[in-house]
């Protein structure tokens, strides 16, 4: 077979390769760091390259823009060398900005009044030992424990086996002059985990991460303990993504064979990288990483710890463990100093987990005189009401229509999504909005609620989400799956095909935001509250930052509330980690919510079927529920 | 090659093999059980067995007694097939008695006044939870931790990751009827050892294990927790002796390349072994051993939990660790239940280790009003003076002359050995006893004591322990390393050569009882009380078992005292294991006695030379010191 000669631009290196390789093959024999979180499925994208010179053969366009892919970008894992090419490898950053859900980065503001000292569990030590002699023959560990003690007022210390055998070693090294990191663990015990020779400058930064695990998204921050300055935020897809779009599957394909350890290593494998990126972009060292907070819901956590999670589909939906105990780095297999604290945030329940109380307190809700809402829409959606006084929470099994499956035309909020709709109440002809501008290939979540808000408007479809056949226009057809509305016929689409939106797509759509909505009706019966007694809408996870609130309010997916009182907060989860990784306090604060919180199960509630039937309708059954919809109906009548 | 057909007797199997086979080999191909602790060195004597007919060809016969060997014994991992052979295989225990140096079976008694349920730190509990229902999604370890608060008032329990992943299953098989295992570690803390489905009959035993790790044999204690019962008692040479004889030895070994690794493989396999034999003999899993308490030397320990041990050969002498804390079984590479506790036991400098610490327990002096001395002598000699006021303690390097090395026709005492020497008064000619009977092969440590006291007493050699070449009699003569005695002529010995003892020999065994003597003076000295004051001497570990103490005083090994004050008191450290393990009073008394022992550093005392080149005479410069030797002269001068 011939050899061809691979060049990537910006390294300048080149390799040989026969014919037939793949791009991603000759990449990792040149050493370029290209991404490949799924595997080279061609499933991620994360592999983007692009071609400057020759051509290849690429087996795979999922995930590229069409006019990317005539600018020569391809997947490397999909990409066959068959000549001579010169490859340019983009930043990862840019990719990452081009494919994660994230469209924006999230601004960090260190804690208002985070002292170092004080808040902080992990503590960096100073020691200076009187070295031994004939006359003092104390052992290295007492020697180093009394040391701590008188210099630093730690009494009982904790040690494991891994650390007894280097101890020694360090201390000569460091000529009896050490710097030892500890963490307080509870009433007067510390626990230590690592020394090293000579005192670490002051002005070292001392490293922690706080990690939230999402069914489809990981972020990790990459944070100083010292100042609370993040110095890199990463995301990545969820390895499992490839077993099991939502927890459901995901914990089937757990139960099964091995099916467990697999996931476990994907997720694993998802933080490490994630891990190592964070540390090459701030220029350190894993192993100088001493704590890790880590937030998530509970089939993640369990899958992420190996814990069997076939309980937690199963009526009546019980989780093994919602407050696992403080864990070691190495126990758990995150490539950080193998004797880190591993801190994974409590859960409340099997679908109420440590992403919602690490939420809740990112939200500040637990610590407010007035009642708020808090909302977090993912595959499932999850709901707290309360207060300074009380919590209550639920989740709806609201599936993953918002996040664009189960949806025909439905994609992820990525380049080439429709992310908001106009339709013209005369014509019925759409203006449509794209990620990253060019021409379209789905709609995403934001698209879709946009969609179904003007189409009921317009009267397009009724308030069961009927289509009006009788309209007059070529928008509104029968399709294969009966009725449907073309958002983009095919030469307006980067795949040639029309973008519609069906009439199983709207009763999906109308069942998932049913479910959204009786869970506020529930959670607010249960306390003998109405919504508009909560002072505003707390909105996390990063759904709720594009959508349109007001179409929203009209689909009656969220409360009818001036929009004013809807608070995007991103990603709440990651936030809530980042806090409790920092502050003790915040810590405990989670602890105290997760304990706090009474949890609904909706399935086991006789009015929730009631409440879910009422809110199968546009808005709703009840229209007194929302005025402002009525309003709006109003107006095209004057 | 042909093929030859290897039979054995008792289990009436046969296997076949080709010529040149070890018989090793074809009995591990039969599935015979054979030990082979040394690895088929031919060293440990362990896989003995009797070719009943047939010939094979042997390369060894260390080991075996010459009677034995005509009885067609031999070492099976040295025997190779030449032809058609019957095999009997002895069985192991009967193959202990022949060859550990623990010559009778030690009488263990439950402890007076044990009760499981006060004394004990591992408890057995029934558990009954109520099953999970809609109304109550309590996670799995939350419900079981509220169990057993309230059915047993455990308000904080510990648990492992591994556990954690089990519980769920456990509690689902059992039908929410579980036992715990938990043990208490302080305050009011628990942690959770293991979970078993269904309630555990309260009549089934609750496994633990007393092991002591000598430098030369490792014991180990099969105990029932529930009453003290020990189940079995099985012992075996360390496996680490094919890599140096001594603690010196073996650390230096472990420093160099991956020694350490080696050294801690070797003992782990040796208590692997012993635990998996002491478990068949009582018909149990190793994984219903919920509790280890290690008794052991400080290079034992180090070696064992692979912390290095360079710094115990060097000055000044530190250990990394004397009081290590409590691990788990898994951590550690014992197999027991993974979740096993394992308790180290204290020590209290390099040369004075937790055999010490646990031997003092055993001995009771820690308790005793009256001053008393306790002696343990194998490699080094460990001498603890004291009471319940007070307690010193010094090791001497009195090196393994005692334990027949360094020694000419110095052996262990096993088969074969001579350990009673008589010399006539007139004609100098020996009597001598043999262990197991027979011809004999060498000299013992006690057979040692024996003739040089004998020697002494006769004035075979002065007081400086040089030989008088003028007696007449054919048994001194001038041999290749210079004037030497001649204990058994070659027709008389298994081996066909003569057994003599040297003036090198000599030289070094004075040495040795001149710096355990030494070691008595400098303790006393130290505290300022005579030796005349200690009410008895405690003797621990198998040396002292059978020596002839008259004839130890009369060299000025042991100090000159009645012998109703010698006590031999057998192997110490595993009786104080035994102790630990059972009571938590008794453990905390351990630590206690590591904390009350002041150390002396004999080799940074200068006084010491001083008293040590002053017992370098047969029995001391200072006769005053041992009036019952000089009666013994006085007598045949009568």
Same mark, same amino acid.
């Given at each position: 077979?011939?050899?061809?000669?691979?060049?990537?631009?910006?390294?300048?290196?080149?390799?040989?390769?026969?014919?037939?390789?793949?791009?991603?093959?000759?990449?990792?024999?040149?050493?370029?760091?290209?991404?490949?979180?799924?595997?080279?499925?061609?499933?991620?994208?994360?592999?983007?390259?692009?071609?400057?010179?020759?051509?290849?053969?690429?087996?795979?366009?999922?995930?590229?823009?069409?006019?990317?892919?005539?600018?020569?970008?391809?997947?490397?894992?999909?990409?066959?060398?068959?000549?001579?090419?010169?490859?340019?490898?983009?930043?990862?950053?840019?990719?990452?900005?081009?494919?994660?859900?994230?469209?924006?980065?999230?601004?960090?503001?260190?804690?208002?009044?985070?002292?170092?000292?004080?808040?902080?569990?992990?503590?960096?030590?100073?020691?200076?030992?009187?070295?031994?002699?004939?006359?003092?023959?104390?052992?290295?560990?007492?020697?180093?424990?009394?040391?701590?003690?008188?210099?630093?007022?730690?009494?009982?210390?904790?040690?494991?086996?891994?650390?007894?055998?280097?101890?020694?070693?360090?201390?000569?090294?460091?000529?009896?002059?050490?710097?030892?990191?500890?963490?307080?663990?509870?009433?007067?015990?510390?626990?230590?985990?690592?020394?090293?020779?000579?005192?670490?400058?002051?002005?070292?930064?001392?490293?922690?991460?706080?990690?939230?695990?999402?069914?489809?998204?990981?972020?990790?921050?990459?944070?100083?303990?010292?100042?609370?300055?993040?110095?890199?935020?990463?995301?990545?897809?969820?390895? $499992?993504?490839?077993?099991? &779009?939502?927890?459901? @599957?995901? =914990?089937?394909? *757990?139960? /099964?064979?091995? !099916?467990? #350890?697999?996931? $476990?290593?994907?997720?694993? &494998?998802?933080?490490? @990288?994630? =891990?190592?990126? *964070?540390? /090459?972009?701030? !220029?350190? #060292?894993?192993?100088?990483?001493?704590?890790?907070?880590?937030?998530?819901?509970?089939?993640?956590?369990?899958?992420?710890?190996?814990?069997?999670?076939?309980?937690?589909?199963?009526?009546?939906?019980?989780?093994?463990?919602?407050?696992?105990?403080?864990?070691?780095?190495?126990?758990?297999?995150?490539?950080?100093?193998?004797?880190?604290?591993?801190?994974?945030?409590?859960?409340?329940?099997?679908?109420?987990?440590?992403?919602?109380?690490?939420?809740?307190?990112?939200?500040?809700?637990?610590?407010?005189?007035?009642?708020?809402?808090?909302?977090?829409?993912?595959?499932?959606?999850?709901?707290?009401?309360?207060?300074?006084?009380?919590?209550?929470?639920?989740?709806?099994?609201?599936?993953?229509?918002?996040?664009?499956?189960?949806?025909?035309?439905?994609?992820?909020?990525?380049?080439?999504?429709?992310?908001?709709?106009?339709?013209?109440?005369?014509?019925?002809?759409?203006?449509?909005?794209?990620?990253?501008?060019?021409?379209?290939?789905?709609?995403?979540?934001?698209?879709?609620?946009?969609?179904?808000?003007?189409?009921?408007?317009?009267?397009?479809?009724?308030?069961?989400?009927?289509?009006?056949?009788?309209?007059?226009?070529?928008?509104?057809?029968?399709?294969?799956?009966?009725?449907?509305?073309?958002?983009?016929?095919?030469?307006?689409?980067?795949?040639?095909?029309?973008?519609?939106?069906?009439?199983?797509?709207?009763?999906?759509?109308?069942?998932?935001?049913?479910?959204?909505?009786?869970?506020?009706?529930?959670?607010?019966?249960?306390?003998?509250?109405?919504?508009?007694?909560?002072?505003?809408?707390?909105?996390?996870?990063?759904?709720?930052?594009?959508?349109?609130?007001?179409?929203?309010?009209?689909?009656?997916?969220?409360?009818?509330?001036?929009?004013?009182?809807?608070?995007?907060?991103?990603?709440?989860?990651?936030?809530?980690?980042?806090?409790?990784?920092?502050?003790?306090?915040?810590?405990?604060?989670?602890?105290?919510?997760?304990?706090?919180?009474?949890?609904?199960?909706?399935?086991?509630?006789?009015?929730?079927?009631?409440?879910?039937?009422?809110?199968?309708?546009?808005?709703?059954?009840?229209?007194?529920?929302?005025?402002?919809?009525?309003?709006?109906?109003?107006?095209?009548?004057?």
């Amino acid at each position: 077979m011939a050899d061809h000669v691979v060049r990537f631009t910006e390294s300048g290196k080149n390799v040989q390769v026969p014919t037939g390789s793949l791009l991603s093959e000759a990449a990792r024999l040149a050493g370029e760091e290209i991404g490949q979180p799924c595997g080279g499925q061609g499933r991620c994208g994360r592999c983007l390259v692009r071609v400057e010179q020759g051509t290849v053969r690429s087996r795979s366009s999922l995930r590229i823009a069409l006019e990317d892919q005539q600018a020569g970008y391809v997947l490397a894992c999909q990409a066959v060398v068959e000549g001579d090419v010169q490859v340019s490898v983009p930043e990862q950053e840019k990719i990452e900005r081009r494919l994660t859900t994230d469209r924006t980065a999230q601004e960090v503001g260190v804690p208002v009044g985070y002292q170092y000292p004080r808040d902080q569990t992990v503590w960096r030590l100073h020691v200076s030992l009187k070295p031994p002699d004939m006359d003092d023959q104390t052992d290295d560990w007492s020697r180093l424990q009394n040391a701590l003690r008188q210099q630093h007022g730690i009494t009982i210390l904790n040690i494991s086996l891994n650390l007894l055998r280097k101890i020694g070693k360090v201390l000569r090294t460091g000529e009896w002059q050490v710097t030892a990191i500890v963490e307080y663990q509870k009433g007067e015990e510390f626990r230590l985990i690592d020394l090293i020779p000579k005192h670490v400058a002051d002005s070292q930064p001392l490293w922690g991460t706080a990690i939230d695990i999402g069914t489809t998204t990981v972020t990790l921050w990459l944070v100083n303990l010292l100042n609370g300055e993040v110095a890199a935020q990463v995301a990545e897809y969820n390895g $499992q993504i490839a077993r099991g &779009e939502d927890v459901i @599957s995901r =914990i089937i394909f *757990a139960s /099964k064979n091995n !099916g467990g #350890q697999i996931l $476990q290593d994907l997720v694993l &494998e998802t933080i490490n @990288s994630l =891990i190592e990126r *964070a540390c /090459k972009r701030a !220029g350190i #060292q894993p192993e100088t990483i001493y704590k890790a907070s880590l937030a998530g819901n509970s089939t993640m956590m369990h899958l992420l710890l190996g814990i069997p999670a076939e309980s937690i589909r199963l009526s009546p939906f019980i989780t093994a463990v919602n407050q696992p105990p403080l864990m070691r780095a190495v126990e758990v297999g995150l490539q950080l100093h193998p004797e880190a604290s591993v801190d994974c945030l409590p859960g409340v329940a099997s679908y109420v987990g440590a992403d919602i109380t690490a939420g809740v307190l990112a939200s500040g809700m637990d610590d407010s005189e007035a009642i708020r809402l808090f909302l977090d829409v993912g595959t499932n959606g999850e709901i707290v009401l309360g207060s300074r006084e009380w919590l209550v929470t639920c989740a709806c099994s609201a599936g993953p229509a918002f996040e664009g499956a189960g949806v025909q035309d439905g994609m992820r909020a990525t380049k080439g999504a429709i992310e908001e709709v106009w339709v013209n109440t005369n014509t019925f002809e759409p203006t449509y909005r794209v990620i990253g501008g060019g021409k379209p290939r789905g709609v995403c979540g934001s698209g879709l609620i946009s969609l179904l808000a003007e189409l009921f408007l317009t009267g397009v479809i009724d308030k069961s989400g009927n289509f009006n056949l009788e309209l007059g226009t070529p928008r509104v057809r029968n399709g294969e799956h009966g009725p449907e509305y073309v958002l983009a016929w095919a030469e307006e689409s980067s795949h040639g095909n029309d973008i519609v939106i069906t009439h199983v797509d709207i009763d999906n759509l109308i069942r998932a935001k049913a479910a959204i909505y009786a869970g506020f009706t529930i959670l607010a019966d249960s306390v003998g509250v109405s919504l508009e007694m909560a002072e505003d809408v707390l909105v996390g996870g990063s759904f709720g930052k594009y959508i349109n609130v007001e179409k929203a309010v009209q689909i009656g997916l969220l409360p009818d509330k001036p929009w004013e009182q809807f608070k995007f907060l991103g990603n709440t989860a990651v936030r809530g980690a980042y806090l409790a990784l920092l502050d003790r306090k915040m810590r405990a604060r989670i602890a105290a919510i997760a304990g706090r919180m009474t949890y609904l199960e909706l399935s086991a509630d006789n009015t929730f079927y009631e409440a879910f039937t009422s809110a199968l309708f546009l808005p709703h059954t009840d229209l007194s529920r929302f005025p402002s919809v009525a309003d709006a109906f109003a107006l095209p009548h004057v």
